[in-house]
């Protein structure tokens, strides 16, 4: 017989005899309790379950998504510049080929991309960032998140898109440039094509990778092979469709009896 009286619950482990520890509050009290210290919400224990708390997200936000392609390219871009009005048609079109579009969300070039996919009826998706220099989820957004991780919003551009498409840009494009071609160098990713639009622009890093890097051993005449430079937003679409149909190939047509 047990004898319920001295029997001791902490949380739904049961403690008698000797195992009890005398806690002297629920879990529940101290859950409930909204005194003492503080400063824990800013430890990084704490700011794992925050990290974990935007892949959770992300994962539910975007799972079912369906096919898309990231667009990238300057944050500094205005609306009336030419690369504005070509990141209009790569969105326009990508939408058109049935390709939801994921950009940072932010202004320039990601806005015109946004507002391309979203002025056709397409899926136009904004991964914002959390800046010093906030400027939030552009108007063109209409499925967006806030990440406040770049790492946790990175997988994302990485998981839920088939390929990037790459426009004029600074640092922030270029380390998504390479963050993409890094991973396709080591194949953590496959089938993943990478085109650069702008080949005035994207020539002379082409040309340092291939006269300076390749030359001097430190890449592979095949790396190079992993970008395709471009100046028309169709042969950029057209990739990606190809891309998609080598991932995923249409059913044989079936044959006449
Ligand atoms: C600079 C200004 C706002 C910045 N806002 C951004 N919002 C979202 N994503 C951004 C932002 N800035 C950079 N990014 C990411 O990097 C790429 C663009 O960076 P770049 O240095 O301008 O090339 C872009 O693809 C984003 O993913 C106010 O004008």
Redesign the pocket.
């Known amino acids: 017989m047990t004898d319920r009286a001295t029997d001791h619950m902490k949380g739904p482990i049961l403690q008698r005899r000797g195992q009890v520890d005398e806690g002297g509050s629920t879990t529940d009290q101290r859950l409930l309790d909204s005194r003492g210290p503080t400063d824990w919400v800013h430890t990084d224990p704490w700011r794992v379950l925050r990290i974990q708390a935007e892949f959770v997200e992300g994962f539910g936000a975007l799972a079912e998504l369906g096919p898309a392609i990231a667009v ?5 871009t205005p609306a009336d510049h030419p690369h504005y009005a070509v990141a209009e048609e790569a969105g326009r079109k990508l939408a058109q080929a049935g390709f939801a579009v994921i ?6 070039t ?1 806005e015109g991309a946004n507002k391309g996919a979203s002025e056709v009826g397409g899926v136009s998706v904004g991964l ?2 959390e ?1 010093p ?1 906030e ?1 939030g989820l552009n108007q063109w957004v209409d499925r967006g998140i806030n990440f406040r991780y770049f790492f946790a919003r990175k997988t994302m551009f990485v998981k839920y898109s088939q390929g990037f498409i790459v426009l004029p ?5 270029l ?2 440039l390479f963050e993409a071609l890094t991973l396709v160098q080591t194949r953590k990713v496959t089938s993943f094509p990478i085109v650069l639009i702008g080949t005035s622009y994207w020539e002379g890093l082409l040309g340092w990778l291939r006269d300076t890097a390749l030359a001097d051993g430190k890449i592979n005449a095949d790396d190079l092979d992993m970008m395709v430079l471009t100046d028309d937003v169709d042969e950029a679409v057209a990739l990606m469709v190809a891309a998609r149909e080598h991932r995923f190939p249409s059913p044989a047509p079936e044959r006449p009896e």
Do not use: V, Y
């Open positions: 990238f390219g300057s944050a500094r950009t940072g969300g932010g202004p320039g990601m914002g960032i800046l220099f400027s840009g600074g640092l922030g494009t380390d998504e």
